[in-house]
């Protein structure tokens, strides 16, 4: 399985707008990013590709990370625009109080996705050993360590969404904390 989502990513520049948790309809995750994208917001909606095997051949489908998911930075004050947009169901919080993503979440979530690192769900867990990554294009990023064993296998959380994705990592770049 290989990250396809990078084009998925809108650059829009520096913001000081927090990052929140979108809940769409559906099946309505890439229609739902592109159109808060021409709307001028910066998202963020995850991809990896999929491989099914028909009778006939195969095919390769790009699926969410975050099924039902996608993550906008906006100001929750003029918020309206958002919740208007098709596919869009609420923002993700504690009852009618929105919490924002936490930032290294998504800024780790972005690096492995512009560095191209294959990534796929994997059950959230918040137990197990820190590790650090050391080296290469995602320095800096901290996840649990979930195999130590070449390749190391690093997860990565989401605990807004209590979702966790695992990268295959060179044992090399990870340091355990």
């Known amino acids: 399985m290989r990250n396809l989502s990078a084009k998925e990513i809108t650059p829009v520049g520096e913001s000081t707008y927090d990052w929140f948790a979108l809940a769409v309809s559906p099946r309505h995750e890439k229609k739902s990013s592109v159109i808060l994208r021409?709307?001028?917001y910066e998202t963020l909606l995850p991809l990896y590709a999929r491989r099914?095997?028909?009778?006939?051949?195969?095919?390769s489908f790009d699926l969410p990370l975050f099924p039902?998911?996608?993550?906008c930075?906006?100001?929750?004050?003029?918020?309206l625009p958002i919740l208007t947009t098709p596919g869009v169901v609420r923002v993700v919080g504690?009852?009618?109080?929105?919490?924002?993503?936490?930032?290294?979440?998504?800024?780790?979530?972005?690096?492995?996705?512009h560095a191209q690192v294959p990534m796929r769900p994997y059950p959230y867990s918040i137990e197990g050993r820190q590790g650090r990554i050391t080296s290469g294009p995602l320095t800096g990023i901290e996840g649990i360590v979930a195999n130590v064993k070449p390749p190391v296998r690093l997860v990565l959380s989401v605990h807004l969404l209590q979702r966790s994705v695992l990268l295959e990592i060179d044992t090399d770049c990870v340091r355990l904390l």
Do not use: W
């Open 73 to 79: 930075r906006f100001d929750f004050s003029v918020r």
């Open 52 to 59: 099914h095997r028909y009778e006939c051949g195969s095919r």
């Open 68 to 71: 039902g998911y996608l993550f």
């Open 94 to 113: 504690a009852g009618k109080t929105p919490i924002p993503v936490a930032e290294q979440q998504i800024e780790s979530m972005r690096a492995a996705m």
């Open 38 to 40: 021409n709307k001028g």
